[in-house]
Structures are given as C-alpha cells and as structure tokens.
C-alpha cells in the first residue's frame, strides 16, 4: 500500500507556472505507474498525465501536451508535474494516483491509490 500526499497548488495568473509534488510513503512508489488527473466541481475526473515506474514513458492529454511536464525522483519517493503556460481552464483540483498494475493507464479508476488533491487557481 501506498499513501499520496500533493502540495504545490495555488493561485497564479494565466501565463505562469506551477510545479506540483506528490510525496509517496511506502517502499513501493518505485514500482508503480503513476498519473496526474483534475477535477472541477460539477465535472468528472479527467486525466493529465501518467509516467512508467521507470520514468523512461510519458504520455498527456493532449489540452496539457507541450505545456505540462510530469517526472519522478524515485529515490525520494516524490512525483512531480511542472505546469507551464498556465490557462483560466487549468483551474482545478488536481490529484496524484498510483497504479500497481503498471497499465500506463488514462482511466482513473484502473489507479488504486489516491492523493487528497491540491486546488490550481489560474486567473485571467
């Protein structure tokens, strides 16, 4: 088992940056894909981005592609997405997930494990 702990969130205007993090307990986050999904209140959950356990794979939405960049440190048990060129419609809860199957998924309920979330604010 693994628990997800995001920080990073905030508020920034439309053209900056955010770097999230997502720290992970446990001696298995090295083991396991991981994905970044948002929410907005009133939406469904949708997917941003997921990296192998290597960290050797990526792939992103394509509203993200270009201007979002998602990493890990396994060493430090830590996920990162690095947010560039922020838009107003970035706003959302966004949250980290772990995956033990490893199926490089773009579906959140295939991700077994979740973050609490932390709020993106992007102002025009």
């Known amino acids: 088992q693994v628990q997800l702990v995001e920080s990073g969130g905030g508020l920034v205007q439309a053209g900056g940056s955010l770097k999230l993090s997502c720290a992970a307990s446990?001696?298995?986050?090295?083991?396991?894909?991981m994905g970044w999904f948002r929410q907005t209140p009133g939406k469904e959950r949708e997917f941003v981005a997921v990296?192998?356990?290597?960290?050797?794979?990526?792939y992103y939405a394509d509203h993200v592609k270009g201007r979002f960049t998602a990493s890990r440190d396994n060493a430090k048990s830590t996920l990162y997405l690095q947010m560039n060129s922020l838009k107003p419609e970035d706003t959302a809860v966004y949250y980290c997930?772990?995956?033990?199957?490893?199926?490089?998924?773009?579906?959140?309920?295939?991700?077994?494990?979740w973050g609490q979330g932390t709020q993106v604010t992007v102002s025009s």
């Open positions: 446990g001696r298995t986050f090295s083991t396991y894909d």
């Open positions: 997930a772990a995956d033990p199957g490893n199926r490089f998924s773009v579906v959140d309920r295939e991700y077994n494990y």
């Open positions: 990296i192998k356990w290597s960290g050797r794979s990526t």
